[in-house]
């Protein structure tokens, strides 16, 4: 993958399970200022090809699983320093959801102070960091920062409001970002459905996304695949409401084709509903027979396509691997 489809891929990774964080510290018990470090940092269950990619092309090292798992094991990768505040750079112009987020991280990077030029200072200096930091805090928590806190985002605002189309984005870009989007917070699955009368179950693809409201990457598939947002109220205190975005059936197919060649986590899940899709096109092999009831005339004997029960088998095997790729152990 070319290295700019890499960055795009990372950004939309790093908008979804990803996060931008600054860190206060006192390194030593003599020290009188604290140390602000800048952390980029990026988790998902493990194994997580994605987070391996992550490290990879920012020169970061995967967590001991065992060490930061309560329940099941995570894969996670940190980088600090420069190479976070590197990483911020390379990621910015692909980032929707955590551009802000970004930014403040670079303004860290910017207030610190250099080894190289160490001054004497009442701790005055240190103030606009601490500010740096709790808007940071804040904006985790949904609170969008304002400009008139951080002079460095009035000097960005334009920027932050910038559209894929207006920064430029080729389709591969696009889609990179948007398989990135999907291998965080998208969903591949298979829905089964059966009801009283029905000879066998329905069985249907469905590609899905949902984030915290609002997401500029939830509308950019809808803009992208088609479909439509949907508000999901939080019936829980403390919780914030979702934004989701769902295609089915014919329409999630074309939308599948164009991301499998980017997607990284979930690509065998793409691979399976398609192969079911390909199943399901081939036609209905099998025939049914019922009689309907007439009150005026005698009964009438009816026929109808329906799939065979070699087809009906191969959908549920298909079914039962996806649902194994979605099981703790799978």
Request: aromatic share 8%.
């Amino acid at each position: 993958m070319p290295f700019g489809e890499t960055l795009a891929y990372l950004a939309g990774l790093v908008d979804g399970d990803g996060y931008f964080k600054v860190s206060r510290s006192f390194r030593t018990l003599g020290t009188i200022h604290p140390y602000y470090a800048t952390i980029v940092g990026v988790s998902q269950l493990w194994p997580s090809e994605a987070v391996n990619k992550f490290a990879a092309t920012f020169g970061g090292v995967l967590m001991d699983p065992k060490k930061i798992s309560a329940g099941r094991l995570m894969a996670r990768c940190e980088i600090h320093g420069a190479k976070a505040e590197s990483a911020a750079r390379r990621l910015l112009p692909f980032l929707q959801m955590k551009r802000d987020q970004a930014i403040l991280l670079l303004e860290i990077g910017r207030l610190r102070f250099r080894r190289r030029r160490r001054v004497v200072d009442d701790g005055s200096a240190y103030l606009p960091m601490e500010l740096v930091r709790q808007v940071l805090r804040s904006s985790h928590n949904g609170i969008a920062p304002s400009c008139g806190e951080i002079p460095s985002l009035s000097a960005t605002k334009g920027y932050q409001e910038l559209t894929p189309e207006q920064l430029g984005w080729s389709r591969n870009y696009l889609m990179s970002y948007l398989a990135g989007i999907i291998d965080s917070d998208g969903s591949l699955r298979i829905e089964r459905k059966r009801s009283t009368g029905m000879i066998s179950p329905h069985y249907r693809i469905n590609i899905r996304c949902s984030q915290v409201l609002p997401s500029r990457a939830v509308e950019l598939l809808a803009r992208t695949f088609g479909g439509r947002p949907v508000i999901v109220k939080s019936n829980r205190a403390n919780c914030r409401d979702l934004v989701s975005w769902s295609l089915h059936e014919k329409a999630a197919e074309p939308a599948i084709r164009a991301l499998l060649p980017f997607l990284v986590v979930k690509k065998t899940e793409a691979l399976h509903l398609l192969e079911l899709r390909r199943l399901k096109a081939l036609g209905k092999n099998g025939l049914t027979e019922w009689v309907h009831a007439n009150r005026w005339r005698a009964d009438v004997r009816m026929r109808k396509r329906c799939y065979s029960a070699e087809q009906n088998a191969e959908f549920e095997r298909i079914f039962h691997k996806v649902q194994q790729l979605h099981s703790p152990d799978g």
